[in-house]
């Protein structure tokens, strides 16, 4: 039998699917280095995060599809990852960032800091380069959640973010002194954002995770477009009568054209030592709002004193208690964020796909 060829090898693999992204291995240029050596074939697997669920089934089925061409003998397969770029950023100079993504909530005291934390370390584990700016300038508790003291001596110029769990970052809690009150204007607000983008010498990130203020107000408002947003997650309690602050959260990127990556449903249900479960907040509430909005919903995270005490003594729940089910939920949820993340930067549309998981 004749060897294969690299167009043999292409042509079968064109028939593997991406399950998010929903188009082939080819069309998305993650087949990279085909190499044939007989009927010896190599190639690598750009995956488009390194936070990707399904590199086992995507590794599998791209080499029984190669094993079926003639003429091959074996199949050796690399995995790596290059995160895309969904182009926001570019127009920025000096910024080394692809991709920027809001947490948002509509109301203070839903986890919004925490979600930020456990997500943007969640994804450093996973081997992606992640920052993490506290926006969340009436409340910058980042650092405290983060085991952060101070900012690290500048080196020249520029800002040396602060790092912890292999996360970069800054916050205006260590750029004034503790205790000092934080008065803003909308102005200065717009300016310090942008500073904390062009003055500050992140390295080359994969994610910037940005924890905005709660609500819909000015602050909120003015950073949220002073920022140029790849997508955004909103924290929603499981309760009913947070769902109309939610929804205007929510509205006020949509308004703004900034994807919304998914609904996150924080304190959902505490799980008691008998097995039985409490919905101590209700249930639904955010369920509800990804399908009366029409975006993903994107995981329930339960309660856990675990996490308030990770939150007060700098180590977050992904990293002190890694196999709780709030640690496994978070970690789901940043593969599902990074796999949004993804969609929209090379599915070339803003109207992600909806997919309502309980
Ligand atoms: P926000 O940023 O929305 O104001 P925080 O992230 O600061 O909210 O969370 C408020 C409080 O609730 C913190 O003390 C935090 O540790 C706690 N908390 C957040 N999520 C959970 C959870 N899933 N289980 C238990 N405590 C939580």
């Not at 002194?177 to 102005?187: A, D, S, T, V």
Request: hydrophobic share 45%; with cysteine.
């Amino acid at each position: 039998m004749s060897n294969p060829t690299k167009e043999n090898i292409l042509a079968a693999l064109s028939k593997v699917q991406e399950p998010e992204l929903h188009k082939d291995l080819v069309t998305l240029n993650m087949i990279r280095d085909v190499e044939i050596d007989g009927g010896k074939v190599k190639f690598t697997i750009m995956l488009t995060t390194p936070a990707c669920p399904l590199r086992g089934s995507i590794e599998s089925e791209a080499k029984q599809a190669a094993m079926s061409v003639g003429g091959v003998e074996s199949v050796e397969i690399k995995m790596s990852s290059e995160v895309p770029n969904d182009g926001r950023m570019r127009g920025l100079v000096n910024v080394t960032i692809k991709n920027a993504i809001a947490v948002g909530s509509g109301k203070g005291g839903v986890g919004k800091s925490t979600v930020s934390v456990n997500l943007a370390v969640a994804l450093a584990q996973s081997g992606a380069r992640v920052g993490l700016m506290d926006a969340d300038i009436y409340g910058p508790n980042i650092p405290t959640m983060m085991g952060i003291e101070k900012l690290p001596p500048p080196k020249g110029e520029k800002i040396t973010p602060a790092k912890a769990y292999d996360v970069e970052v800054i916050s205006m809690g260590l750029l004034v002194k503790p205790g000092q009150p934080l008065i803003w204007r909308g102005p200065m607000l717009n300016s310090a954002i942008r500073q904390f983008l062009s003055d500050v010498e992140w390295s080359d990130l994969d994610y910037l995770i940005v924890d905005l203020p709660p609500g819909t107000g000015d602050a909120a408002l003015s950073l949220a477009q002073a920022l140029p947003l790849s997508g955004a997650v909103i924290v929603t309690l499981p309760q009913l009568v947070s769902l109309e602050d939610a929804t205007r959260g929510l509205m006020m990127f949509k308004q703004l054209e900034v994807p919304i990556l998914g609904v996150i449903e924080n304190m959902s249900y505490l799980d008691l030592p008998d097995g039985t479960r409490m919905d101590i907040f209700g249930s639904g509430g955010g369920v509800q709002l990804a399908l009366g909005t029409q975006v993903p919903f994107l995981g329930k995270i339960p309660i856990d004193q675990n996490v308030r005490i990770g939150g007060d003594s700098g180590k977050p729940i992904v990293v002190s208690h890694p196999d709780s089910p709030v640690a496994v939920s978070l970690r789901e949820i940043a593969e599902k964020v990074a796999a949004q993340i993804s969609v929209a930067a090379l599915g070339g549309s803003n109207e992600l796909p909806i997919n309502i998981v309980e």
